[in-house]
């Protein structure tokens, strides 16, 4: 379980294919504080650390998780938003995030609004009934709130802290990133069905 307030960022240090798997080697400042079979949120979703060294840390992503992320598209230099799991005696500074990512969305626009910057996103359909507006959502592992709802498409404003400090600094229009709904929200359309 996890907030979506990103710890670090991390990068991608180096990638192997094994069969329909993908092992990453991630380099971060949290690296070296991290121990195998440690859950960590990686760009929203939730791996297992493998290994550590140093000032790195490995994990893989198997077939059916490179078919619902953007981990696919990782490369040696790629930027990845970290989050270690929520201590249950802290703050729940963002909202509850399974590291589960639902579907991925693109990027179809991006607008500097002059000391923040506006995203709008695009994606399938079939999730429209998860996004309300001023709701919660988890893009790339970022805890934010969402406006503009409409049947696929929805726009976040991003603060300047943000902004620095996660990998939405590299979203341009065409990009993809992970998205993880509300469980509250996908419980109560669950429930309506």
Not at 22 to 30: G, R
Request: hydrophobic fraction near 35%; include cysteine; charged fraction near 20%.
């Amino acid at each position: 379980m996890f907030t979506g307030i990103i710890e670090a960022l991390g990068t991608v240090h180096s990638v192997e294919n094994n069969g329909t798997n993908k092992t990453f080697w991630i380099q971060s400042s949290i690296s070296p504080e991290l121990k195998v079979d440690q859950s960590v949120s990686h760009n929203g979703a939730c791996l297992t650390v493998e290994s550590v060294r140093d000032d790195l840390h490995r994990v893989t992503a198997i077939d059916e998780t490179l078919k619902k992320t953007n981990l696919g598209n990782w490369q040696p230099g790629s930027l990845v938003n970290l989050e270690r799991c929520m201590i249950m005696n802290g703050r729940l500074d963002g909202h509850i995030v399974q590291g589960h990512v639902d579907t991925t969305a693109v990027c179809i626009h991006r607008h500097n609004a002059n000391g923040s910057w506006e995203f709008r996103f695009e994606f399938p359909k079939k999730f429209s009934s998860l996004i309300i507006e001023k709701g919660s959502i988890s893009l790339n592992g970022i805890s934010l709130t969402l406006f503009n709802a409409k049947r696929s498409k929805f726009d976040v404003a991003i603060i300047p802290y943000t902004f620095e400090h996660t990998n939405i600094q590299t979203i341009l229009p065409g990009h993809t990133v992970n998205l993880e709904f509300d469980i509250i929200g996908k419980y109560v359309a669950r429930l309506q069905k």
